[in-house]
């Protein structure tokens, strides 16, 4: 892996193939709606998101521009590898001009030469989540990295995975009760460029969130669209 490790490693080729893959496929039926598109600040991740959801897909001037907004939670398992480190922020300014770095701190701060612990790296996604959570945004576009969402979604302990897919009722479908004995289990790990979508949900919000300082939110995820399905309604979405 060192031998080829390179400095926020850019998008290959064939990933641009697979991002504007996304596009072609789900953006007049998943991706319609969208109007907040959040990345990790490797521009690895920036890149797939404006191909798989272009800026400038609007023309029509009474309708506003997704939001792109780069978080810092949403970057891969950090440390050890170049890859894993983030450009400056005025670099990355340069580059993705049409994005908000306005969150991430001016150099990279947290990356160091030890590999961040896989529990380090699913609290973060789950601080993310509860980002996401305080948006007023309801049709959410997240990019970020499949080993920092495998860990999130099958290791933090206020996260769970739910299955909603061909289902009436989403409420009580654990991972293990896919719809289809064939159907891809909800924990499975993401694979490259692979759009899915959830309804995220916070349970257990306390009367009196001051008075709870050791309080933490569990977060659902619930699946709700079928692999095969490639228009189904949105409310409080997010497409990891």
Known sequence: MRQDDALDAPLTELGEQQAQKVWDRFGSTMLEGVDLVVSSPLSRALCT??????????????????????????????????????????????????????????????????????????????????????????????????????????????????????????????????????ARCVKSRFGNCELREFTVTLEGTPENTSASESWRPIVTLTEITNDQVEEEEKSQSAAL
């Open 49 to 182: 998101a404006d191909l798989a959801l272009p800026p400038s897909t609007k023309t029509d001037i009474s309708s506003p521009q997704q939001r792109r907004v780069c978080v810092e939670h949403f970057r891969e398992i950090n440390g050890w590898l170049l890859n894993a480190k983030r450009r400056d922020q005025s670099d990355l300014q340069k580059m993705f001009g049409h994005w908000d770095f306005s969150s991430i701190s001016s150099t990279d701060e947290t990356w160091t030469e030890e590999l961040e612990s896989e529990e380090e790296c699913a609290e973060r996604a789950y601080l993310g989540l509860l980002w996401l959570m305080e948006q007023t945004e309801r049709s959410i576009l997240v990019t970020t990295h499949g080993g920092l969402l495998r860990f999130v979604m099958n290791q933090h302990p206020h996260v769970r995975m739910f299955d909603g897919r061909n289902s009436t009722d989403t409420t009580h479908l654990e991972e293990s009760q896919n719809t289809s004995n064939d």
